[in-house]
């Protein structure tokens, strides 16, 4: 079940909140193009089992709603050219509201893309200027209905949460309006001050303030409550779905399987090893077209970083990490080492654990990150795996 990953680096303007990779200089988004239908041609090998025809498509960015129709459409056929699709692939398409225009909606319509991640973020129109959001609190709403109308039903919004306010009204509201669009996927996150953003600097120089840590666990708890009272299941932290209806490139990470990402910043997996493509659009296109190289760094995974990763990522979903598989087959065993920590965890609250599989409970989703680096082995696991 192998995914590929797409990262389309450019923006129309920067958000105060994000540090991934992009440019808002759109001069060299056409060579960005023809690189990307190289590094295809490059990398077409690299996931293990060639055969296995692409189980999930996804488009992220950046804007990836920023490409014209006429380039997506040479990605696809790239794509077609270079790689086995199923025909029941999920191909995701990241979107900003603004850009979901009814010509824009009706090109994405007639391509193969057949989910919509459309990035509201907020319908307070207050919250959106802070955050400096492009798009209107009325254009989220709109873009939504639009998308609807050109015949996406497969649409996933986001929203930030934790945004400073004097009470929890504003995100109430917020929750309300999501409600009312009906659509079958949430994936709602905490803001998240990282130092390299303008919210960083401003918070260094002291001309923002973050909300406590209390105002923005609170906003979660809000979150779980409306969120379930309106029929959506939690099966991830950050992310909620109608029933059956999970995003299923994000979890196919969770679980482990490989995927591969093409463009500057992407991530790739082979189950034993990642791979990180150089953060820099000149420097990509340059190597790629130029030389014929993909700039890219490899971190091979010891057995202590394999177990360490399932542990990451399958504590974060309603799965739960299953301590027989990290003991039998990646070797670390909390079961024996780690029992007083895991008796602790379910005694306050914060996990259950049935048939040996460890799950956060709400209580325990808020301290995850804690929780997780707390059970992180440091010393090597057994060999042989």
């Not at 014209?68 to 699709?85: C, H, Q």
């Not at 910043?265 to 130029?290: I, K, M, T």
């Amino acid at each position: 079940m192998p995914g590929l990953y797409l990262h389309i680096p450019f923006c129309k303007q920067a958000c105060h909140y994000c540090d991934f990779h992009f440019s808002t200089s759109m001069g060299l988004k056409g060579q960005f193009v023809e690189a990307l239908l190289r590094e295809m041609e490059l990398r077409r090998a690299y996931l293990p089992d060639l055969a296995a025809p692409l189980e999930t498509i996804y488009f992220g960015g950046g804007t990836p709603s920023l490409l014209t129709g006429e380039e997506l459409t040479r990605i696809f056929a790239a794509i077609k050219a270079n790689f086995s699709v199923s025909p029941q692939a999920e191909i995701t398409l990241e979107a900003n509201p603004d850009d979901l225009t009814a010509d824009k909606l009706a090109a994405l319509a007639a391509s193969p893309v057949n989910r919509l991640s459309i990035g509201l973020q907020s319908f307070h129109e207050p919250h959106l200027r802070l955050m400096n959001r492009a798009h209107s609190a009325q254009e989220s709403w709109q873009a939504v209905q639009r998308a609807q109308a050109a015949g996406f039903e497969n649409i996933s919004v986001d929203l930030i949460y934790g945004v400073p306010a004097g009470s929890h009204a504003i995100w109430e509201a917020d929750l309300a309006r999501l409600f009312e669009l009906n659509v079958p996927h949430v994936s709602a996150y905490a803001l998240t001050i990282e130092p390299d953003t303008a919210f960083g600097r401003r918070l260094k120089k002291g001309t923002f303030v973050a909300p406590p840590e209390e105002f923005v666990a609170q906003q979660f708890e809000i979150l779980l409550t409306q969120l379930r009272a309106n029929g959506y299941e939690q099966y991830e932290i950050s992310n909620f779905c109608r029933p059956g209806r999970e995003s299923r490139h994000n979890a196919n990470y969770w679980r482990g399987v490989p995927y591969l990402g093409l463009g500057p910043s992407a991530h790739s997996f082979d189950g034993r090893s990642r791979q990180y493509a150089v953060a820099n659009n000149p420097q990509y296109v340059a190597a790629v077209l130029e030389r014929g190289e993909v700039p890219v760094t490899t971190e091979h995974l010891t057995p202590l970083d394999q177990a360490n990763e399932y542990l990451l990522t399958t504590l974060r979903t309603s799965r739960g990490c299953d301590l027989r598989h990290l003991r039998d087959a990646l070797g670390l065993d909390l079961l024996a080492h780690r029992a007083d920590y895991l008796r602790s965890l379910t005694a306050q609250g914060m996990a259950t654990l049935e048939n040996n599989v460890l799950r956060l409970t709400d209580a325990g989703k808020l301290l995850a990150d804690h929780i997780t680096l707390e059970l992180f082995a440091e010393a090597p696991v057994a060999a042989g795996v």
